[in-house]
């Protein structure tokens, strides 16, 4: 008995150690006839609305493969559900590169999802174009791999509350963000802003992921008299919180980080309390006359007619726009040292979301600028600038 | 040959030679399984899901030690885990604390809030006992999420490790993690029958009985508590690492919720039930995920979700069956997969009768 | 501000007993810890929304419509899964409900899709009454006087009528319940029809108040769930009483000391006065026998 069982798994571990590794091949994800690409994004659970940004960026690869490819290679995506769970975006990066071998990983949402995953990417030399989150762990320390793209939440709030001191001469401006990485990016860039003209926050509100009920949070800040008040929180805080202060007859001046640009949405969830919101935006506006916007419309017309033409579907084209530039300036013939190379060489590209810059390996943020907007009572947006660099 | 004479007939590990050359191929076999799996990925495993799966069994172990033989309730055993991720990291990053003595230490941690916890679960019980112990695992997350010196929101990266000179990988974490499993299931086993274990047992089947007969309830509540807690700081010591990242947002109730399913669903009161439990809730929650890709199903739920639902939720499906297939082992088979395996031991054993 | 926090707090906890009744009303009876009352709440508001905004019908009727799918919905699985659990443990049975619970979040994120949506209801979200400087929104006030109505209804119900009084004998004993008569059975159905449209007012008000979403009844369903174990999970009153402390206690940490600790502040005040009072505030404490 003993002795047949050993020899059984003697036999497997011999079957094992023979059979020849199979043959690798020159560029990992790049064949004659595809380029294989993967992006992870929640589709399920409480952070899902963001999952549009990767269905929004098979849109696009719909798009190339219907005219032809580029260099004659079709784009495969493979699109995949990490219901904004860290364990599980892991498992999708090493399905990624260890079983379907993608050239390169696109987008993602997620910060804390996203990390666990950066530094096994970028050991494995697997190029990723712009994760969806705007913070700084992205370029700090430069990963040679990695492109980000999303403008700074840092750097964006410091703006935003130049624009909101400087052009429309508020003085006392209180903030309500959302108690995470997100939201305390944004809280730097407002306190960095601050501190250089030697004011104070009035009021500095957070709230947690969880929380459901504002009416303190929404007391708190009319105690504190604020003229002008930085909502840097996910929608549905936002809503609550404008329901909240309107009914205790609380009105400042709003304004928001590009997160909440999806206006369309926000006037719904907020039952039009979202008008006269100041905004900033990383991308053209939902009806806008650009002719890449009424390509990709009509694109989204024929595809996927079910989807929301929302801001982020359609950032999920904005966002890997750059990338499919770069794969064709490398040429046919493609590898990650070309494909990088051509990255590093873009300058002020622009599609339908913001000019992407790069400069060498000194410089791996590309997207420094937004526009601000000021909702309309009927949910359009009132352009109020062109594009303003906001990263110096 | 079930009779048993004398007391250590009773606590020994290995009932008989049967037994023992199965689990030394057993041993073999996992000894052997990184390499197959790094080359064959069988039913889309990496190594990487496979330790996933091995620290969720740890957990699991510890938490049926708490559920299934003491009869208590714990819905916050994230917090206990979280307390071992956070300890280990920062005891190796600030105090550069080698792994081994880090592991251990982030254990004793956790299994001292487990003491804490046990001393209310004196007096509750059922409900009561379920939200004292879910509002724990929150207010841990709620605090490590507060104190700087955790990372804060920003959460924290794990060290890298380094074996002889060169980075850990996916197969050394496997080797150090199953050597680790081995070793605490073997434990479980063995407290499991010894006197230890019997009052756990006595707990769980009548505490007012158990007291009378002379169990010290505070001592063995207690006990059990700090017993599951270890192992979840254990499992959350050794999750940081095959993570890489840590971060207070991820250790949140459904992640308890999770813990208590696997440890249900494998079949409560038994050591191997917990470990069924985590290989097929974790393997089922990554790999369920796919599941519009499958050829023929894939196309068909597809036509099926533009017509009647949506297709931005078409994702969803894989929720649906992750529930149901929750639902229909515990419908079905009370003593989960577990019970499942005895049942069909016994139909061979007996067979033709 | 003391006041202004007074009063937002009752009118969420007024919410949260909503939920702790629903939960209690079956827990009363059969023992079963129902995790998946969010997501039933959930989805009801859902099949309302749907009722309202895609097909137009007067809020009366969609009400009506909302109450019946709640009905069925619970019927559904107390008759479908629960009942055919062989000789169910307590765990099982937990996990078995938390397993529909999934099930119905998938549905409803399927069906739906994940976009967060307003509920439209004839009560604003937005106005508010003002009585002598405290401001209470219209739609808190209303919450306040529906869950009111509803727990003096329910009151009643299991004061006097014969269904009610039916349903406290089966709590108390199921076998002598079935001995005189009751069909228990029918009883256990009718528990869950209940508890279920509770849970859907209670879903349908929390959508009003603020956003119509599928993780919506996530953290009401845990506050909901210490509210009726403050209160003590078989005492109807207890859940109401522990609601609306519950919510006024938050409301006040928020207000005075911390909002980041705001939500779990409650659990420890729970954690503590549990051990004071193991059974919770209003419900007996029985003493079980060996």
Not at chain 2, 311 to 326: D, E, K
Not at chain 3, 67 to 72: E, G, K, M, S, T
Not at chain 3, 86 to 95: A, H, R, S
Request: hydrophobic content about 50%.
């Amino acid at each position: 008995m003993v002795k047949k069982s050993l020899m059984f798994v003697g036999l497997l571990v011999f079957a094992f150690f023979v059979t020849a590794p199979a043959s690798a091949q020159a560029v990992r994800g790049v064949t004659d006839t595809e380029i294989l690409i993967g992006q992870w994004g929640p589709q399920t659970g409480p952070a899902a609305p963001w999952g549009a940004v990767a269905r929004g960026t098979d849109l696009l690869v719909k798009i190339i493969n219907d005219e032809g490819g580029i260099h004659g290679r079709k784009l495969k995506y493979f699109l995949r559900d990490d219901s904004y769970m860290p364990a599980k975006t892991k498992a999708i990066a090493k399905e990624f590169v260890e079983q379907i071998g993608v050239f390169a990983v696109v987008g993602g949402v997620g910060v804390a999802t996203g990390m666990t995953a950066r530094d096994y990417l970028m050991e494995n030399k697997v190029p990723w174009f712009s994760p969806v989150t705007g913070v700084y762990e992205w370029i700090h320390p430069i990963q040679k791999y990695l492109f980000a793209m999303y403008p700074l939440y840092d750097d964006e709030a410091f703006n935003l509350t130049g624009y909101l001191h400087e052009k429309l001469g508020y003085k006392k401006i209180a903030m309500f963000y959302q108690n995470d990485d997100y939201g305390k990016q944004g809280v730097m860039g407002v306190d960095r802003y601050l501190l250089k003209k030697n004011i104070k926050l009035v009021a500095k509100i957070s709230a947690e992921v969880t929380d459901r009920d504002l009416s303190t949070h929404a007391l708190k800040l009319r105690e504190s008299g604020a003229e002008a008040v930085i909502i840097w929180t996910m929608p549905t805080h936002a809503a609550l919180l404008l329901a909240e202060t309107a009914k205790i007859g609380f009105k400042p001046q709003w304004a928001t980080s590009n997160t909440l640009s999806d206006s369309a949405l926000m006037m719904g969830i907020t039952r039009g309390l979202w008008a006269g919101m100041i905004n900033s935006f990383f991308s053209e506006l939902p009806d806008s006359n650009h002719p890449l916007m009424v390509k990709y419309r009509e694109a989204h017309k024929k595809y996927a007619p079910s989807e929301r033409w929302g801001v982020f579907y359609y950032a999920g084209i904005a966002f890997a726009e750059p990338f499919v530039e770069g794969v064709r300036r490398a040429g046919r013939n493609l590898t990650t040292e070309s494909w990088i190379k051509a990255m590093e060489g873009m300058k002020d590209f622009q599609g339908i979301g913001l000019p992407v810059t790069y400069a060498g390996l000194k410089d791996r943020q590309g997207g420094k600028h937004v526009f601000y907007g000021k909702v309309k009572p009927d949910g359009n947006i009132e352009r109020l600038t062109d594009w303003i660099r906001i990263t110096k | 040959m079930d009779i048993k004479r004398n007391y250590y007939e009773d606590i020994e590990l290995f009932k008989s030679n049967t037994i023992l050359v199965w689990s030394i191929l057993f041993l073999i076999f996992l000894a052997i399984l990184p390499l197959f799996i790094q080359k064959y990925h069988p039913l889309g495993l990496s190594l990487y899901i496979v330790n996933l799966i091995t620290v969720h069994a740890i957990v699991a172990i510890g938490l049926n030690i708490l559920v299934g033989f003491t009869g208590q309730i714990s819905m916050g055993h994230a917090g206990f885990f979280a307390l071992g991720a956070f300890t280990t990291v920062i005891l190796i990053l600030r105090w550069s604390f080698p792994l081994w003595i880090a592991l251990p230490i982030a254990g004793f941690v956790s299994s001292a809030f487990g003491f804490i916890l046990g001393l209310p679960a004196l007096r509750l019980k059922g409900p009561y006992l379920a939200i004292a112990t879910l509002g724990f695992g929150m207010t841990i997350t709620t605090i490590i999420k507060h104190m700087e010196f955790f990372g804060g929101r920003m959460g924290l990266q794990a060290p890298k490790l380094e074996l002889f000179g060169t980075p850990m990988k996916d197969i050394h974490y496997y080797y150090v993690i199953m050597i680790i499993a081995v070793l605490m299931t073997i434990g479980a086993v063995k407290l499991i029958k010894t006197r230890v274990g019997r009052a756990f047992i006595a707990i769980r089947d009548s505490d007012i009985a158990a007291e009378a007969m002379g169990v010290n309830l505070t001592y063995y509540k207690t006990l059990a508590f700090a017993v599951s807690a270890f192992y979840a700081g254990i499992g959350g010591g050794l999750y940081a690492f095959i993570l890489g990242f840590i971060n207070p947002e991820s250790f949140h109730l459904i992640m308890s919720i999770t813990f208590l399913a696997m440890v249900v669903v494998g079949g409560l009161g038994s050591v191997m039930g917990p470990i069924c439990g985590a290989t097929l809730m974790t393997f089922l929650d990554i790999k369920l995920q796919a599941i519009q890709d499958i050829s023929l199903i894939g196309p068909a739920l597809v036509t099926f979700s533009q017509k009647y639902m949506s297709i931005a939720g078409i994702s969803n499906i894989a929720v649906i069956v992750y529930g149901l297939i929750m639902i229909l082992i515990v419908l079905f088979e009370p003593l989960g997969i577990f019970g499942f395996w005895i049942r069909t031991k016994r139909y061979w054993k007996t067979w033709p009768f | 501000m003391f006041g202004q926090l007074v009063v937002s707090g009752l009118a969420v906890g007024a919410c949260y007993a909503l939920i702790a009744i629903a939960m209690v009303i079956i827990y009363k009876t059969s023992e079963v810890l129902n995790f998946a009352q969010g997501e039933m709440a959930m989805i009801s508001t859902f099949i309302a929304f749907t009722l309202l905004e895609t097909h137009q019908v007067p809020f009366p009727y969609a009400l009506a419509l909302t109450f019946l799918f709640a009905i069925l919905l619970a019927v559904f699985f107390e008759l479908v899964f629960l009942r055919q659990a062989k000789d169910p443990t307590v765990l099982g049975l937990i996990i078995i409900t938390l397993g529909f619970e999934m099930v119905l979040m998938g549905f409803v994120g399927w069906k739906w899709g994940p976009d967060q949506r307003a509920l439209p209801f004839p009560v604003s979200n937005i106005e508010a009454y003002n009585f002598y400087g405290l401001i209470i929104s219209k739609i808190n006030f209303w919450t306040l006087i529906v869950s009111l109505v509803l727990m003096f209804i329910l009151f009643l119900f299991f004061r006097y009528t014969k269904l009610g009084i039916a349903m406290r004998a089966t709590q108390q004993n199921q076998l002598a319940a079935r001995v005189m008569g009751i069909r228990t059975k029918w009883i256990f159905s009718f528990t869950w029809a209940l508890s279920s449209m509770v849970g859907a007012v209670a879903g349908m008000l929390i959508a009003a108040l603020g956003v119509l979403d599928p993780p919506m009844m996530m953290d009401p369903l845990l506050k909901g769930f210490a509210s009726g174990v403050l209160g003590g999970m078989t005492s109807l009153p207890g859940a109401a009483l522990g609601g609306a402390l519950l919510g006024v206690i938050e409301n006040l940490f928020g207000g005075y000391v911390s909002l980041s600790f705001k939500s779990v502040v409650a659990f420890a005040i729970i954690v503590l006065m549990l051990c004071i009072k193991p059974s919770g505030l209003l419900a007996k404490h029985y003493v079980k026998k060996v």
